[in-house]
């Protein structure tokens, strides 16, 4: 009631802000009636005070709106000077003093961030309880007589205490605990986040934060660029939720074959996708694995369903090179790979046919003897000599991807639905 502030630590002040007011109302009430029903006219003073606190109390949630710590500002002027006036009228032989002894727990009024504030109002209830110590006569002037009823107020104020003591520790502990919970959640949703973004033995590298920039040379990565053909004029066909559905759908798809294919996906932009392999330091198993990459994405795209009616197909180039790789950003932090090789192999994709897999040379010779090739020729790339180009048409080598002393055990890819064929030459 009355919290309008979206900071989570000032909402949290504010809102145990409300709590103890409403207590502190709750027991001004409960005591009005009680000592209405016991000494009606005798504590007249008392239930005067009483009525007072419990309104002013239930209006402290109103000043929430108007300032940070307006309320607990409100709240630590009533509960100090209205428990200094009682104590004053009903003696030190109510014991009633031993509630001074909880000022330290408007820190949860207050907080940290606040504590000249916290200061000020604790030590006015450090100077009130010595006050009323040397002050104060041991039955006070209202129904002095009463040394029953002040006993059993006294009797009432160390329970009273003990309880709250309790409740304020837990109260404490909880909030603590929930925090420590939320806290850890958020590192492992971060933590997560960064593996998500970053190849595993990058965000490895990051996390240990020894190296002030993350930028390495591999002298041999296998780069692939994946295009949509026909994309355009399929998007136009469709809405946006459709698109975007279809296009997540697909890429979530390609990313499940990079992880499964041990390939580290590099980014999309718009419907092109990259990845590149052998970035650990293992080029020949890297350029395996983005040969499998790449026939598998076809095969998915194969039985991908239609986007607006139309039936689209990849268009993927792959080349083999020096790139240097590196972490940049800061808002965004992204993992790319820069050099002639990602250039070649962005040319090889653009060069080449919808629904075939175009590979230059280089990367050729790294696989030869696992894969099946069929000879394009001489091809001129943008910016560039001619190259000789090749159309990786299937695979020679078994589907498990495992590499044992170096070699890679025989077989059929993908469960065998990728059959192998085309021309296999140099």
């Not at 502990?173 to 492992?188: K, M, P």
């Not at 809405?239 to 999309?268: A, H, M, Q, R």
């Not at 590979?359 to 000879?375: K, T, W």
């Amino acid at each position: 009631m009355g919290v309008t502030a979206e900071n989570p630590d000032i909402r949290r002040r504010q809102i145990f802000t409300n709590i103890g007011a409403f207590a502190i109302a709750l027991n001004a009430f409960s005591h009005l009636l009680l000592n209405v029903v016991l000494f009606p006219w005798d504590l007249m003073p008392l239930h005067i005070y009483n009525a007072v606190v419990t309104v002013l109390a239930l209006s402290v949630h109103r000043l929430q709106r108007y300032g940070e710590n307006l309320g607990a500002i409100a709240l630590s002027t009533l509960t100090i000077g209205g428990h200094t006036y009682v104590v004053l009228a009903l003696g030190l032989d109510s014991g009633l003093q031993i509630y001074f002894t909880l000022a330290a727990f408007l820190l949860f009024i207050f907080g940290i961030e606040q504590w000249r504030q916290f200061l000020i109002f604790y030590a006015a209830a450090f100077l009130a309880l010595i006050a009323t110590l040397y002050f104060g006569r041991p039955t006070g002037f209202v129904v002095p007589q009463q040394a029953e009823f002040r006993e059993t107020l006294a009797v009432q104020a160390l329970i009273n205490t003990m309880i709250i003591n309790l409740l304020l520790i837990a109260y404490a502990l909880t909030a603590l605990r929930r925090a420590e919970i939320e806290l850890s959640q958020e590192f492992a949703r971060s933590e997560s986040l960064i593996d998500v973004i970053l190849p595993r033995a990058i965000a490895a590298r990051l996390k240990r934060g020894e190296e002030r920039r993350i930028a390495d040379k591999v002298p041999s990565a296998s780069i692939m660029f994946a295009d949509l053909a026909g994309f355009t004029a399929a998007a136009n066909a469709v809405g946006p939720d459709e698109l975007v559905g279809w296009l997540d759908e697909l890429f979530c798809s390609f990313d499940g074959l990079c992880t499964s294919n041990g390939v580290d996906k590099i980014k999309t932009i718009g419907d092109s996708y990259m990845a590149v392999g052998g970035l650990d330091g293992d080029a020949q198993r890297g350029a395996v694995a983005i040969c499998r990459l790449a026939l598998e994405m076809q095969h998915e795209m194969s039985r991908h369903k239609a986007l607006g009616g139309h039936r689209l197909s990849l268009r993927i180039g792959i080349h083999n090179g020096v790139v240097v790789a590196g972490v940049i950003g800061d808002l965004r932090v992204s993992y790319d790979v820069w050099g002639d090789a990602v250039n070649v192999a962005q040319r090889m994709e653009a060069h080449g046919e919808p629904g075939r897999i175009q590979v230059s040379a280089q990367l050729m010779a790294m696989v030869d003897h696992r894969f099946a090739f069929e000879r394009r020729g001489s091809i001129a790339l943008k910016g560039m000599a001619e190259t000789e180009a090749w159309f990786l048409t299937g695979a020679l080598a078994d589907a498990d991807k495992e590499i044992a002393d170096g070699e890679i055990a025989n077989g059929e890819i993908a469960n065998g639905e990728i059959a192998n064929g085309g021309e296999r030459s140099r």
